[in-house]
Antibody, heavy 122, light 108 residues
Framework: QVQLVESGGGVVQPGRSLRVSCVAS????????MHWVRQAPGKGLEWVAF????????YFADSVRGRFTISRDNSRNTLFLQMNSLRAEDTALYYC???????????????WGQGTQVTVSS | ENVLTQSPGTLSLSPGERVTLSCRAS???????FAWYQHKPGLAPRLLIH???GRATGIPDRFSGSGSGTDFTLTISRLEPEDFAVYYC?????????FGPGTKLEIK
């Protein structure tokens, strides 16, 4: 069955960096675009970033553009989110998600991980 | 961006009841690029409906979606104890994809 397992979250000071990862299994990772979605404490879901199946295209929410980078290593079935210049408002549970549509940046998400918690605090 | 509004914010109901959740978009959503999710604390969100009315794999037929344009609904025909959760709507017609703030379904 499909599994998405995030890791790498933690507590980090404002202005610092953190990289979270997501290991995928149970489907053809190399032919699927992937996404990061986050949920801040007490808030709803917010789409964060998209990467195409081959890593050639990336898109970001306005709130993180210029600070976050999304990438993937298809040889290791792993998705990454590099977060730089972190702010208190980036505190959230970060989910990786697989889209219903293999290639599209605009899609519903049919598989999600359990999430990894990122807390930005001094 | 297309802002989604869900109503009501919280609903208190009993198992066995029928419920309809609403989601309204600030801009029209063409091609029914619209989804509903169920989210329970500590678990991953679960896709219920996509394409506005298509049930995702493994979703019971007591869940149904409908709507078009700016108004969409999720109906649960007969609430089971496991259905009490937060429900989010999502549009994926225009970028960025956006979610509603959620409706919490709680046991009365």
């Amino acid at each position: 069955q499909v599994q998405l397992v995030e890791s790498g979250g933690g507590v980090v000071q404002p202005g610092r960096s953190l990289r979270v990862s997501c290991v995928a299994s149970g489907f053809s990772f190399t032919t699927h675009a992937m996404h990061w979605v986050r949920q801040a404490p007490g808030k709803g879901l917010e789409w964060v970033a998209f990467v195409s199946y081959d890593g050639s295209e990336t898109y970001f929410a306005d709130s993180v553009r210029g600070r976050f980078t999304i990438s993937r290593d298809n040889s290791r079935n792993t998705l990454f989110l590099q977060m730089n210049s972190l702010r208190a408002e980036d505190t959230a549970l970060y989910y990786c998600a697989k889209g219903v549509y293999h290639y599209d940046s605009l899609t519903a998400y049919d598989q999600w991980g359990q999430g990894t918690q990122v807390t930005v605090s001094s | 961006e297309n802002v989604l509004t869900q109503s009501p914010g919280t609903l208190s109901l009993s198992p066995g009841e029928r419920v309809t959740l609403s989601c309204r978009a600030s801009q029209s959503i063409r091609s029914n690029f619209f989804a509903w999710y169920q989210h329970k604390p500590g678990l991953a969100p679960r896709l219920l409906i996509h394409g506005a009315s298509g049930r995702a794999t493994g979703i019971p037929d007591r869940f149904s979606g409908s709507g078009s344009g700016t108004d969409f609904t999720l109906t649960i025909s007969r609430l089971e104890p496991e259905d009490f959760a937060v429900y989010y709507c999502q549009q994926y017609f225009s970028s960025p994809p956006t979610f509603g703030p959620g409706t919490k379904l709680e046991i009365k």
